[in-house]
């Protein structure tokens, strides 16, 4: 008899395999709001009235959108997928529904589809177009119900009737976005606060049995383990390891979603390039956002970003598109590491070329040949094997060129001999220092303070500052957090401290707005002699981790990691 279970985890799988090979996408907030450019939740922030909104909405008529020229951008940048707001939390759907009248040929002066016109361009270029869909927060309707963010200022909350809205709009409009625009590649949903366990299966079951094919991401619901993938928090990278699950992070270019004259704090071309390959090397997808303007447009600063990266892409694809994620189970302190079949992708960032050599440790495999991906001038760069039996340590250095064969970053491919077998301990790097990242740690949580414990290879004896990593929000008061002492023990020694804000690190590649990187040193501890040890740190900040992608739900300091920095001199 055959086993069902399998054969939905290999549905699952091919289902996913375009999407996993994907890697980068184009998230498009579009909609009424870019009028006033002050993001997405004007309406809700504002509190604009539904009538005047519904005025508002009249006067849409972005009559400069070029579908054709929206996806050529796309595609110029190297995405490989589309998602567009089908509608957004104020309600107002951006196609043609004949389900509520309140969408874009209906109730603004444009009177054209800008989905259609999207979904023809899209299957002409070979980009699939996915929808995102606000199926819960509805500030329009009068009864659509979210357990947090609603329309009080016209409707009662005691006069809502949820399955009014539930049952003919949202339900209603994404059987149109299933069956009217041809192949959907994925639903985007998002804020589901207060959907039930039920209501968002049924949402699942719908779209299955419309289009089988289309892929889910997790905010369908806010029960854990649903959709197909995790959407992580806005603007998120999680630590390696940290999800389980297939995952996707939608980013913003500058730190807004929906057009906006005020925010003019964009990402540099550097940045979202180091961003991408950080991403792809922990096995995400990257998501990243632009926000066209009223008349149609996509902003020239975004333009000219993804741009560039796309021309970067265009030479380094093959290091990004259809690889696995690093098999370090840390971060790299000069870059990252993608994998395909027997190749390392070792990602560089210029900004830490190496002088004359890379060094790497834990790589088993032998060298077959390292070069440079995107210079065809190098034809082979020497590289130096070594292995330390007492300590079971391997390590490698690469001779490098004097300059980067690239800009931003530069790729050398590694060829080894068998299958990529790795060291996945935490290794000493080859800067010396030793990265202890909290998601993979042994917890023991207690009524006081929880106890985080690794096991950890020092290769050199010596002397380390013991460094806290912390991404701390916006706002947030450090002291109310780290209300306490901690303590750090390993190799026979004890430090404690009350941590303190001892360096930002401003240009952090895992933490973004609203989060900045805090780093608070604990104390020093010695190692005398290279070996195993075991570390322990109790602080009531070594949580497990919580369940809950939405940034309002998350944390105001997150603990990430404990840092062993050895001391020169
Ligand atoms: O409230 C929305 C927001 O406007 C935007 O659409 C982002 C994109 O991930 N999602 C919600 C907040 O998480």
Known sequence: MADSSLDIVAESKNRMQWWKDAKFGMFIHWGVYSLLGKGEWVMYADKIPVKEYEKLAGEFN??????????????????????????????????????????????????RDPLKELSEACREEGIRLCFYYSHVIDWHHPHALHDTFNNLWDYELEKKAFFSYWNHKAKGQVRELLTEYGPVGLLWFDTSGGLSKKESEAMVNMIRELQPDCLINSRVSHWPDFGDYQSKGNNEIPMYGEETREWETPMTLNQSWGYSTKDQVWKSTDALIRKLVHIVSKGGNLLLNVGPTETGIIPEQSALRLKEVGEWLARNGEAVYGTSASPFPYELEWGAVTVKEDILFLHVYNRYWPEGELALNGVRNTVKHAYLLTDPTTSSLPVHQSYQPETDHHAMRIRLPKHPPEDHVSVIAL??????????????QANGSIKLDLVLSEITTGSEMNEARWSFKASSSGI???????????????EKEYDHEVT?????????????????????????HPYTEVHSSVGRIVIEDPGTYALTLSTKLAKPKPFGPEIWQAAAVKLRSVRLVPLIG
């Not at 595609?75 to 004949?98: E, N, Q, W």
């Not at 380390?464 to 706002?475: A, I, R, T």
Request: aromatic share 10%; hydrophobic share 40%.
């Open 62 to 111: 972005p009559t400069q959108f070029d579908a054709k020229a929206w996806v050529k951008c796309a595609k110029r940048a190297g995405m490989k997928y589309i998602v567009i707001t089908a509608k957004h939390h104020d309600g107002f759907a951006m196609y043609h529904s004949r389900t509520d009248p309140f969408n874009i040929v209906d109730a603004s002066s444009f009177g």
């Open 415 to 428: 060829e080894v001999e068998g299958k990529i077998d790795v060291d996945r301990g935490f290794i000493q």
């Open 464 to 478: 380390y500052e013991v460094m806290l990593v912390n991404f701390k929000k916006s706002g947030a008061v450090w």
């Open 488 to 512: 750090v023990r390993a190799a026979g020694q004890t430090i404690s401290c009350i941590p303190q804000e001892d360096k930002v690190v401003n240009d952090s590649i895992s933490c973004q």
